[in-house]
Nanobody, 122 residues
Framework: DVQLQASGGGSVQPGESLRLSCAAS????????IGWYRQAPGKAREGVAC????????GYSDSVKGRFTVSSDNAKNTVYLQMNTLKPEDTAVYYC???????????????WGQGTQVTVSS
C-alpha cells in the first residue's frame, strides 16, 4: 500500500507564497497520478491540481490556474504544489492523493494522505 504525507502548510498574508510537498512511500505498484485537493470549513472538497504520466502532464482548476504549479521529483517520490499570489479563499486543508495500478491483477486504487493546513489572512 501507499502512504502519503503532505507538508509545507502554514499561515501567510495575501499575495505571499507557499510550497506544499507530498511524499509517497511504502508502495510496490505504479503510481501514475498525484492529485491535490482542498477542503475549507463548511465547503465541499475541491480538486485543485493533478500531475500524471511519464511526461508529468498537469492540470488545474480554474480557481488556481496561473497561480499554482504542480511538479514532481520522481527520484524522491515527491510531488510539489507551488502556490503563488495566495488569496484568503485559498484557506483550506490541502490533501494529496495517489492513483495506482497493479497490472498483474488489474487493480486500481486511490490513496489519500493526511492534510496540511494553509491559512491566508491579513
Amino acid at each position: 500500500d501507499v502512504q502519503l504525507q503532505a507538508s509545507g502548510g502554514g499561515s501567510v498574508q495575501p499575495g505571499e507564497s507557499l510550497r506544499l510537498s507530498c511524499a509517497a512511500s511504502g508502495f510496490a505498484v505504479d503510481v501514475y497520478a498525484i492529485g491535490w485537493y482542498r477542503q475549507a470549513p463548511g465547503k465541499a472538497r475541491e480538486g485543485v491540481a493533478c500531475i500524471w504520466g511519464r511526461e508529468g502532464d498537469s492540470g488545474y482548476s480554474d480557481s488556481v490556474k496561473g497561480r499554482f504549479t504542480v511538479s514532481s521529483d520522481n527520484a524522491k517520490n515527491t510531488v510539489y504544489l507551488q502556490m503563488n499570489t495566495l488569496k484568503p479563499e485559498d484557506t483550506a486543508v490541502y490533501y494529496c492523493t495517489a492513483d495506482t495500478i497493479d497490472m498483474t491483477v488489474m487493480v486500481v486504487a486511490r490513496y489519500w494522505g493526511q492534510g496540511t493546513q494553509v491559512t491566508v489572512s491579513s
